[in-house]
């Protein structure tokens, strides 16, 4: 079955404390990216990647980083997450760019107290 | 500043009537245009999008309206089900872009 999968669902964790929450796409997809979800601002790109070993920051890379070392997987990392980064985070991989189909992972619940 | 807005936070309409969700853009260098829907609990998925040399992209129930001079698109359930209930999104993106600038949604109610 075509999807992506992100781990984990739900986090709760203090500030500073180093996290990743993992993607990985199994339809050998060329792009993907990072958003979060905030209450009245809709999505918000935090990173993308246009293959292996090319990132790009979107509208909301600060405090955020990512990899891209395989096509099939594409972590972010939260170095020292701080409370203003809560939300509800979503990874997405599409076969070529934003203007084709995305496929979004089910998202994970971020909580930074 | 909002590059893609969608000015209705949400929308109730009865089933089997038409829906229309609307999203303004500012930036007239976009040129393609994509709708999402989105469930509770679970990631957005692609429902039809338009590229800026058409003016309306039909598929099935969805078609989609776009108006160069006025920045603006709007999607159009017919006839609307309950199914349908869901939280919607446009977004759009500029030649040779990477990135993709979304609308904050609206969250469509269909009365039974």
């Known amino acids: 079955e075509a999807q992506v999968t992100q781990n984990p669902r739900y986090l709760i964790t203090v500030t500073g404390k180093k996290l990743t929450v993992t993607c990985s796409q199994n339809?050998?997809?060329?792009?993907m990216s990072w958003y979060r979800q905030d209450p009245g601002l809709g999505l918000r790109q935090i990173y993308y990647?246009?293959?292996?070993?090319?990132?790009d920051k979107g509208d909301v890379p600060e405090g955020y980083k990512v990899s891209r070392k395989e096509k099939r997987n594409f972590p972010l990392i939260l170095e020292s997450p701080s409370p203003n980064q809560t939300s509800l985070y979503f990874c997405a991989s599409s076969f070529q760019g934003p203007n084709t189909e995305a496929f979004f992972g089910q998202g994970t619940r971020l909580t930074v107290v | 500043d909002q590059q893609v807005k969608q000015n209705s936070p949400s929308l109730s309409v009865q089933e089997g009537r038409i829906s229309i969700l609307n999203c303004d853009y500012t930036?007239?260098?976009?040129?393609?245009f994509l709708w999402y829907k989105k469930y509770p609990a679970e990631g957005p998925t692609f429902l039809i999008s338009i590229s800026s040399i058409k003016d309306k992209n039909e598929d099935g129930r969805f078609t989609v309206f776009l108006n160069k001079s006025a920045k603006h698109l709007s999607l159009h359930i017919v006839p609307s089900q309950p199914g349908d209930s869901a939280v919607y999104f446009c977004a759009a993106s500029g030649p040779g872009d990477y990135q993709l600038i979304w609308g904050a949604g609206t969250k469509l109610i269909i009365k039974p």
């Open positions: 930036n007239s260098m976009f040129d393609y």
């Open positions: 990647s246009m293959n292996v070993e090319v990132t």
């Open positions: 339809m050998n997809h060329e792009y």
